[in-house]
């Protein structure tokens, strides 16, 4: 059955809006029909499957791994801030007898926070620079990857940096 074209009463002689559109969309699919020389498309959701796959993988080892490295950040600045705390505590005996002054020995105070961080985590780097009585602890840390290994990322190093005081007293600081 032929489909039935109405026309608009108040257009007199012309087309109206249901003939037209008809018209137009029965011109269009001309234009629209693939021409017969397009290549073959078979595979192309293979690749577009490939690449999606692969990004999500990239992206689920930057969550995995970047989690992992931002917990190690952080164990590497509380293991700096303890080992910078252990390296003020090697105070220089003698000079605390003579004279009360609370000077840090520095070879002992480099002793104290750097086996302090090999207990912590033996894989860890350690620096120290003492001051009179100031401890300055920077640890260093490498972690291995788990899943951004795929994509050539095989470490992360993060590096955290903490400073101890000796301190007199119980609750402030005490002058002598």
Same mark, same amino acid.
């Given at each position: 059955?032929?489909?039935?074209?109405?026309k608009?009463?108040?257009?007199?002689?012309?087309?109206?809006?249901?003939?037209s559109r008809?018209?137009?969309?029965?011109?269009?699919?001309?234009?629209?029909?693939?021409?017969?020389?397009?290549?073959?498309?078979?595979?192309?959701?293979?690749?577009?499957?490939?690449?999606?796959v692969?990004?999500?993988?990239?992206?689920?080892?930057?969550?995995v791994?970047g989690?992992?490295a931002i &917990?190690?950040? @952080?164990? %590497? !600045?509380? $293991?700096?801030?303890q +080992? =910078?705390?252990?390296g003020a505590?090697?105070?220089d005996? #003698?000079?605390?007898?003579?004279?009360?002054?609370?000077?840090?020995?520095? &070879?002992?105070? @480099?002793? %104290? !926070?750097? $086996?302090?961080?090999? +207990? =912590?985590?033996?894989?860890?780097?350690?620096?120290?620079r #003492?001051?009179?009585?100031?401890?300055?602890v920077?640890?260093?840390?490498?972690?291995?990857?788990?899943?951004?290994?795929?994509?050539?990322?095989?470490?992360?190093t993060?590096?955290?940096?903490?400073?101890?005081?000796?301190?007199?007293?119980?609750?402030?600081?005490?002058?002598?």
């Open positions: 059955m032929k489909p039935r074209i109405m608009n009463i108040g257009h007199q002689g012309k087309a109206g809006p249901r003939e008809h018209r137009e969309m029965r011109g269009c699919w001309k234009t629209f029909a693939p021409p017969t020389d397009w290549r073959d498309e078979t595979g192309t959701v293979t690749v577009l499957f490939v690449l999606i692969g990004a999500l993988l990239a992206f689920a080892g930057l969550v791994d989690g992992r &917990d190690n950040r @952080q164990v %590497a !600045a509380d $293991t700096a801030a +080992a =910078a705390r252990s505590n090697a105070l005996v #003698v000079n605390l007898r003579d004279d009360g002054t609370d000077d840090v020995d520095p &070879d002992l105070a @480099q002793a %104290a !926070a750097c $086996t302090f961080v090999a +207990a =912590a985590n033996p894989r860890d780097g350690c620096s120290v #003492v001051s009179l009585n100031t401890v300055t920077t640890v260093t840390s490498s972690m291995d990857t788990t899943m951004l290994g795929l994509i050539g990322i095989s470490t992360f993060d590096s955290a940096t903490a400073t101890a005081t000796s301190a007199r007293g119980y609750t402030s600081e005490m002058t002598p």
